[in-house]
T-cell receptor, first 110, second 112 residues
């Protein structure tokens, strides 16, 4: 079992839909990251969380430390949101090292 | 603009050859990282460096080597000992080890 599990692996939505991507992890962490990878391969950091909730534009990230679970929400989805969304955790004892989930491929159709 | 530059974007290697992937950053970041990405798998850490002239092995360091002679540069050499080098390679950097990492656009390596 991977230390970081994401669901779903693939997600197709219609423009305007509310989207949720889930991330569960099995180790104690000091921080959780949500990343976005576009078709060309480049990766952008969206959020770094250690507790609670963060919001940036139409993106919202939440984390529940007790349940070892985080969600990434996209409101009013748009075709330009189509990308791979990756969850990564920094373990309490792993220093700077991140452990990555396999990613969720999101496709938003017009 | 500040950022991370990886070159080349595409790289082809013949069997038995060593190749070096370039990673340069002008963000004044102390920490730099190399990851490998294979289809259907999460990114895996190859090597990382927290300071000039120092680096540590990640989870899949066998068949790879790095150097960190300058703060701005962290080249990765894929040696002939790496039996399955075809993959997408990403370089990243961060201010300190606990901060978000900034990623380059990646290099796709293929074997001829």
């Amino acid at each position: 079992k991977n230390e970081v599990e994401q669901s779903p692996q693939n997600l197709t939505a219609q423009e305007g839909e509310f989207i949720t991507i889930n991330c569960s992890y099995s180790v104690g962490i000091s921080a959780l990251h949500w990343l976005q990878q576009h078709p060309g391969g480049g990766i952008v950091s969206l959020f770094m969380l250690s507790s609670g909730k963060k919001k940036h534009g139409r993106l919202i990230a939440t984390i529940n430390i007790q349940e070892k679970h985080s969600s990434l929400h996209i409101t009013a989805s748009h075709p330009r949101d189509s990308a791979v969304y990756i969850c990564a955790v920094r373990g309490e004892t792993s220093g700077s090292r991140l452990t990555f989930g396999e990613g969720t491929q999101l496709t938003v159709n017009p | 603009d500040g950022g991370i530059t990886q070159s080349p974007k595409y790289l082809f290697r013949k069997e038995g050859q060593n190749v070096t992937l370039s990673c340069e950053q002008n963000l004044n970041h102390d920490a730099m990282y190399w990851y490998r990405q294979d289809p259907g798998q999460g990114l895996r850490l190859i090597y990382y460096s927290q300071i000039v002239n120092d680096f540590q092995k990640g989870d899949i360091a066998e068949g790879y080597s790095v150097s960190r002679e300058k703060k701005e540069s962290f080249p990765l050499t894929v040696t002939s000992a790496q039996k399955n080098p075809t993959a997408f390679y990403l370089c990243a950097s961060s201010i300190v080890t606990a901060q978000p990492q900034h990623f380059g656009d990646g290099t796709r390596l293929s074997i001829l």
